[in-house]
């Protein structure tokens, strides 16, 4: 159980480089246009909420979601075709890279108005909530983000309602070339959760499995004693802030030291790493708090061999994912259309 | 006489009317150290100091709110909001209060703030980020809005609207900001209201406005092909309207097309249209048309994207109905 856990979350990072370089690519190759956001770097914070999260959850993102979308379990296929703006993508291309959308998987969307997805969020909960479901939903949202009202306003009406939200703040300490010490007052996030009265942690963002651990409890007890919970993580964005962004506002060094800290090195690293070993056990934890599942004598390692073909599989549904797009056509002006007016009549068919 | 980018033109405003007038300050998403998304403010952090070219947070209606109390309070702010899509965060102090402020105090108190802000599609940036929306500001009492189609304007205007009293809104293009052209070496104020005739023609006019502006000089290229001689207006300002260069083009030409990027729905096109009929309906020959963006959110993919979003050839086409040659 806790191996294959482990697997899992060792093959959705490696899919997650993956699909994010191969996207580089194939913006220089021209087949992807628009503004395209990269997550190398980041991606232990979605792949280790969203393997925490249950299916029944819902996720609103921004518009640096593809690593999101694919940890919820959106085919590679279906968000490549997007990006490529094929009939076949997620969104039909209507929407591309920043507008992934996925019903069925409770993927509420990707956004490009940076703030507009705490209410949004917040009210999904709110209809979890209203609905009496054991459900909630998860916010992501960047270190800018947070100076927009909304985020204030929703989270005073988050913990006045207690509704069942996750916000996870995505802190990599840039709002595009604005470092955070000159955008925010309290560069520490998840403090200004404390003036609502929202518990809230700050956690390695580097560290898949800490992520885990950490949105596992925050779920738990959403789920257990109500009311929202916010997580800060602090990451690091590896590339600029978009395709067409250098990134050169930032000291090199600085750079040199998260690439050092690689979340998917790191966890490659973990996974290799045969436990329980004296050294290696995990340190006490308080009292109460829910052991952790990779730590303790179910532990088992992954082998060089298992990562290699982790890394093989990974590389090859990505292949595959960028022919199924370029084969998919281009979507048409009725398409459009389409898009524009289906679903419009709750009970009756839909109009044409 | 030089040849600079609609960018560089920008920049070289800034820098002059900060240099001339130490009130004057900018603000905006990462227009100082980063040197901004358009460098339209690159060097000018270095120049005058983070007091005045100011790195924002994301608090659009924030900041923008900031610019108006300090414009009340003797300073001269330049807003820029990256994209016109960001600038609906800050309609509630724009509309609310900027466009209000001298009308609500009896006008003894004003608001000099200038907000410039890029509208239009440019290349796939899908949905959110595709918005065109002059015509929701040129709907709006006590503000200008101004569409610069070339460097000149966008420097000249630029210019005016720092040292202008009211409110002044300077729509851009995401997709022009590395147009050139010619602005001249000395000083230049270019007005802020009156349309301009950019191509004189005796059989149609073709309205435009900004981009829109390039889209029916393209057209009119085409047509002078065709033995037909094309009147091109850009509008220049949107509020207020030129409304005395439109009545003079139509009672020569007789026909007119208007063509704007955004969706037809309360804009440019039914504003102007509206406008010919109170002015000179009678002059007209045929029926007026309008050239626009289809009815949806921009769509992301390529093909869409252009097919959503008019072009020179539709200008053509719609020319060509009113002309009565198809
Ligand atoms: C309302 C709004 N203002 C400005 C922008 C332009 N913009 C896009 S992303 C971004 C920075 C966001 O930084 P952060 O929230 O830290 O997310 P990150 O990109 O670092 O993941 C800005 C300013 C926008 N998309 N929406
Ligand atoms: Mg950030």
Not at chain 1, 11 to 27: G, I, P, S
Not at chain 1, 78 to 94: N, R
Not at chain 1, 202 to 231: C, H, Q, S, T, W
Not at chain 2, 169 to 182: A, K, P, Q
Request: one cysteine or more; hydrophobic letters at 45%; aromatic letters at 8%.
């Amino acid at each position: 159980m806790n191996r294959d856990l482990l697997r899992s979350l060792v093959y959705d990072m490696l899919l997650a480089r993956t699909f994010e370089e191969r996207a580089a690519q194939e913006y220089a190759n021209g087949r992807i246009s628009g503004f395209l956001h990269l997550y190398p770097g980041e991606e232990a914070v979605a792949v280790g909420v969203l393997h925490a999260a249950e299916p029944a959850d819902y996720v609103v993102s921004t518009y640096r979601e593809h690593v999101h979308a694919l940890a919820r379990g959106i085919s590679a296929r279906q968000i490549m075709a997007e990006l490529f703006g094929k009939k076949d993508g997620v969104s039909g291309g209507m929407g591309g890279s920043m507008h992934i959308f996925d019903g069925t998987r409770r993927f509420m969307g990707g956004y490009a108005i940076v703030g507009e997805t705490f209410p949004i969020a917040l009210g999904v909960g709110y209809a979890i909530a209203y609905r009496g479901l054991p459900e909630a939903v998860i916010c992501f949202f960047g270190d800018g983000a947070v100076n927009q009202g909304t985020f204030h306003e929703s989270l005073n009406m988050a913990a006045l309602w207690r509704i069942p939200i996750l916000f996870v703040c995505e802190n990599n300490h840039y709002q595009i070339g604005t470092e955070i010490h000159r955008h925010s007052a309290v560069a520490d996030i998840h403090k200004r959760a404390c003036g609502y009265a929202i518990p809230a942690e700050k956690i390695d963002g580097m560290d898949v499995l800490a992520v885990y651990e950490a949105a596992r409890r925050a779920l738990d007890a959403i789920r257990n004693e109500g009311g929202p919970r916010f997580l800060e993580f602090e990451t690091y964005r590896f590339r600029g802030h978009s395709m067409a962004d250098p990134g050169a506002y930032r000291p090199a060094a600085e750079l040199q030291a998260y690439l050092h800290d690689d979340p998917v090195d790191s966890v490659i690293r973990a996974a290799e790493t045969a436990d329980p070993t004296p050294g290696k056990q995990a340190p006490i934890r308080a009292q109460g708090s829910p052991p952790s599942p990779f730590r303790g004598p179910a532990w088992e390692s992954l082998t060089a061999p298992d990562i290699e073909s982790l890394r093989a599989e990974a590389a090859a549904v990505v292949d595959d994912a960028v022919r199924f797009a370029e084969a998919s056509p281009a979507p048409t002006m009725e398409d459009a259309w389409h898009a524009f007016r289906r679903n419009r009549m709750p009970d009756g068919p839909s109009a044409p | 006489m030089a040849e600079i980018a609609y960018w560089e033109a920008i920049r070289r405003a800034h820098d002059e009317e900060m240099a001339h007038d130490p009130l004057v300050i900018a603000m905006g998403e990462d227009i100082g150290v980063a040197g901004g998304t358009y460098k339209a403010t690159s060097g000018l952090y270095q120049k005058y100091g983070s007091e005045r070219i100011i790195d924002t947070p994301i608090s659009e209606n924030s900041y923008t709110g900031i610019g108006i109390g300090a414009s009340m309070a003797g300073v001269r702010p330049i807003i820029e909001i990256m994209s016109i899509n960001f600038a609906l965060l800050a309609l509630d102090t724009l509309i609310n209060a900027a466009a209000k402020i001298r009308y609500m105090s009896g006008g003894r108190v004003s608001c000099p703030i200038v907000m410039r802000t890029p509208g239009g599609t440019a290349h796939q940036l899908a949905a959110q980020h595709s918005a065109r929306l002059a015509r929701m500001f040129m709907s709006t009492a006590g503000l200008r809005v101004v569409t610069p189609r070339g460097p000149l304007d966008a420097y000249g205007m630029l210019k005016s609207a720092v040292r202008c009293n009211d409110p002044v809104i300077i729509i851009e293009h995401e997709s022009m900001y590395n147009m050139r052209g010619e602005v001249p070496d000395h000083e230049v104020f270019r007005p802020l209201e009156g349309a301009e005739v950019v191509r004189t023609g005796s059989d149609i006019t073709l309205v435009g406005y900004n981009y829109s502006v390039h889209l029916c000089l393209a057209a009119a290229e085409k047509l002078a092909s065709m033995g037909v001689s094309a009147e091109v207006i850009d509008l220049r300002a949107l509020k207020p309207i030129d409304r005395d260069t439109i009545r003079r083009s139509v009672e020569k030409t007789h026909k007119v097309v208007v063509a704007e990027e955004d969706e037809a729905a309360v804009g440019v096109g039914a504003e102007i249209i509206s406008v010919i009929n109170e002015e000179c309906f009678f002059a007209l020959d045929a029926q007026p048309v309008r050239v626009h963006a289809a009815d949806v959110p921009v769509p992301y993919a390529r093909q869409l994207e252009k097919a959503a979003i008019p072009n020179a050839d539709d200008v053509l086409a719609a020319a060509l109905k009113v002309l009565g040659r198809v």
